[in-house]
């Protein structure tokens, strides 16, 4: 269980909060604090006040695989190769056999085998989004954090991805998204609105309380 | 008013586009894959990338603009107040629209990437251009905001105004929509016919189709419209 108490940082309020393994996906306006609460999963940024314990661990002492929103400023080095295999280099791996079997078995799980000799500088911002997340994949993290990474995505590719990350292994993935066919397919789904989570719980339970705004899914509507 | 390709094809290291067509005056979706060349398209019709072949040309359009994929692209100012003036627009009417008061002081690069785009956005329709390039307009919005844009591009009343996008639910009124597939530009023509043709096609509307009520168009309001027609 990731457990939140009492967590006061920047324009987040939280009292209580308990994440269950599995997809939770985040949904909410601009501004809301949804990127703010997934900085403070990664351990990215520490909370002014309260506590956040993943499977009783501090988010800087569990294995953490992140996206940031910002599709350039997720990228460290000019080559996609290189890209895909720093965590594993950071990590000490040292055996050039084992980094490159698990890069190319990574990007093939991804459908980018195709873009490994590639520059990043020539990739397109969907492109660069999928090198992002075969970077965070790479390692096999604990928990799987996705700043709108399907903003960039077309329809098809998200829902070839979606696939990738319920494969992933990775024990709790959180992940902020404006799409709500996305947010649908989730095992738990919060509502952030100026730095509170308002509704929290299945999609089928929080969409109840959104029934006639724009976050409502259209597919729903009858 | 109207920017015509006539075979124009963009060729880099591992992709190419030809692209031919007539986008007269309204609003144009352009659909396609990522990677197939959305934006590199945006950058030929803006002059902004080289033609290896064919030509691109524009009549009665004195004004043009882009608007890049990621805001943070255009940044010019220090704070949110800079960034307006830059756009030789005034803040203090920007900051209310785009609900940032108070923050005019700010580094545009402490915004959200949300307010981010609604504060680019907000300066690009500060002003009329005859040709509006938008790609991926919709990325970083919540949906209230898409929404809104939405009525905004809806509302403008003259001009090209071209999107660039994979957003496939939240969308505006358009008059013709294109595809890129397999390296090239389609014509799928003006909605609802454009549905026959068009492989990108949002699955509401597929949806919709398929039980016999195809919307007029791809808006919010057109699917309601059409989804009432299942309630009645």
């Known amino acids: ?222 | 008013m109207k920017i015509s390709l006539n075979r124009a094809y963009a060729v880099r290291d591992h992709w190419s586009l030809l692209a031919s067509g007539t986008f007269n005056q309204g609003v144009h979706l352009v659909s396609g894959d990522v990677g197939s060349g959305k934006s590199t398209l945006a950058l030929m019709m803006a002059e902004l990338f080289p033609l290896s072949s064919g030509r691109i040309e524009k009549a009665e359009i004195t004004s043009c603009m882009l608007s890049l994929q990621f805001p943070e692209l255009h940044l010019t100012g220090r704070s949110v107040a800079e960034e307006c003036t830059s756009w030789g627009i005034s803040a203090d009417d920007i900051v209310v629209a785009t609900g940032l008061t108070g923050r005019k002081d700010a580094s545009p690069f402490s915004l959200s990437r949300g307010e981010l785009k609604r504060l680019h956005l907000a300066c690009i329709f500060a002003k009329d251009y005859d040709l509006l390039l938008l790609d991926e307009p919709f990325s970083s919005l919540d949906c209230q905001e898409k929404t809104k844009l939405c009525t905004t591009i809806e509302q403008k009343s003259r001009g090209i105004t071209v999107i660039f996008t994979h957003e496939q639910n939240i969308l505006p009124r358009v008059s013709r929509i294109w595809e890129i597939l397999d390296g090239k530009l389609i014509d799928c023509g003006r909605p609802p016919d454009a549905f026959l043709h068009w492989c990108h096609v949002p699955p509401s509307v597929k949806r919709l189709t398929a039980l016999g009520l195809r919307p007029d168009n791809i808006s919010m309001e057109d699917l309601q419209e059409a989804a009432c027609r299942i309630q009645g």
Not at chain 1, 21 to 43: D, H, Q, R, V, W
Not at chain 1, 79 to 92: C, G, K, M, Q, T
Not at chain 1, 93 to 112: F, G, V, W
Not at chain 1, 184 to 196: A, E, P, T, V, Y
């Open chain 1, 1 to 222: 269980m990731i457990t939140i108490e009492f967590l006061r940082h920047r324009n987040l309020a939280i009292d209580a909060l308990t994440i269950k393994p599995g997809i939770t996906s985040i949904i909410g306006a601009n501004g809301s604090g949804k990127t703010t609460f997934l900085k403070i999963c990664a351990g990215i940024e520490l909370p002014d006040r309260g506590t956040i314990r993943i499977d009783n661990l501090a988010p800087r002492e569990t294995e953490i695989g992140w996206v940031n929103e910002f599709p350039d400023r997720n990228i460290l080095f000019a080559n996609v190769i290189d890209e895909i295999a720093s965590p594993l280099r950071f990590h000490r791996i040292t055996s050039c056999n084992k980094i490159d079997t698990d890069i190319r078995a990574c990007a093939e799980s991804i459908n980018i085998s195709h873009l490994l000799n590639r520059a990043v500088r020539e990739l397109s911002g969907g492109e660069k989004v999928l090198v992002s997340l075969a970077a965070a994949l790479v390692h096999r993290p604990t928990v799987l954090l996705l700043d709108e990474y399907d903003s960039h995505l077309d329809a098809l590719l998200a829902a070839q991805i979606n696939q990738v990350i319920r494969a992933s292994g990775a024990r709790y993935v959180i992940r902020c998204t404006q799409q709500m066919d996305t947010a649908m397919q989730s095992n738990q789904l919060l509502f952030f609105d100026s730095g509170r989570v308002t509704h929290a719980g299945t999609p089928e339970h929080v969409f109840s309380f959104l029934k006639g705004t724009a976050y409502y899914p259209f597919l729903w509507m009858r």
